[in-house]
T-cell receptor
Framework: GIQVEQSPPDLILQEGANSTLRCNFS?????LQWFHQNPWGQLINLFY???GTKQNGRLSATTVATERYSLLYISSSQTTDSGVYFC????????????FGTGTRLTIIP | ETGVTQSPTHLIKTRGQQVTLRCSSQ?????VSWYQQALGQGPQFIFQ???????GRGNFPPRFSGLQFPNYSSELNVNALELDDSALYLC?????????????FGSGTRLTVV
């Protein structure tokens, strides 16, 4: 099946800093989503972005499908941004549906 | 527009018992997927239901089974519970047959097997 790798695995930043999270995937995809999982386990959909660039407030994301990677940018970090960020993809082939990466754990220090 | 709702939120079961988890899909969505998330891991795909039929399955044994109802809600059943089944179970809904905008997840059911 498709492989999804995220980096870095852990990131600790001061409030107000900017960060870039990366997601690499091993095959062509027809779906890519970025999620934020809060401490209570809820997966919040940040972006549906199989290709191109999107922005939503302090967050933006870019997917370069031909090179099989996606980037999530967080600017002016706030403590509420803490949590685990997952990239998840759905391959054009195969029977398995949305496949998640291992996540990036982001901790924002006041 | 209602989101994805799951019940119960927490559950404690004994090894060997059976459990049923429930999920109501987001309004307008006709597909439901189930995921298992062990502590410290990313969610793992269990199976997906579309038009009341299984439409894809991950690497889970047959004691994990499911149903989808005509209103698109779904159940996940796990028989002969094992300690390793302790996890957060997430349900996601999506819309097939039209423009696709990704999956929406519920808050999950945290299952503890003792």
């Amino acid at each position: 099946g498709i492989q999804v790798e995220q980096s870095p695995p852990d990131l600790i930043l001061q409030e107000g800093a900017n960060s870039t999270l990366r997601c690499n995937f091993s095959d062509s995809v027809n779906n890519l989503q970025w999620f934020h999982q809060n401490p209570w386990g809820q997966l919040i959909n940040l972006f549906y972005i199989p290709s191109g660039t999107k922005q939503n407030g302090r967050l933006s994301a870019t997917t370069v499908a031909t090179e099989r990677y996606s980037l999530l940018y967080i600017s002016s970090s706030q403590t509420t941004d803490s949590g685990v960020y997952f990239c998840a993809v759905e391959s054009n082939f195969g029977n398995e549906k949305l496949t998640f990466g291992t996540g990036t754990r982001l901790t924002i220090i006041p | 527009e209602t989101g994805v709702t799951q019940s119960p939120t927490h559950l404690i079961k004994t090894r060997g018992q059976q459990v049923t988890l429930r999920c109501s899909s987001q309004s307008g969505h006709n597909t439901v997927s189930w995921y298992q998330q062990a502590l410290g891991q990313g969610p793992q795909f269990i199976f997906q239901y579309y038009r009341e039929e299984e439409n894809g399955r991950g690497n889970f044994p047959p004691r994990f089974s499911g149903l989808q109802f005509p209103n698109y809600s779904s159940e996940l059943n796990v028989n002969a519970l094992e300690l390793d089944d302790s996890a957060l179970y997430l349900c996601a809904s999506s819309q097939a047959d039209s423009a696709f905008y990704g999956y929406t997840f519920g808050s999950g059911t945290r299952l503890t097997v003792v």
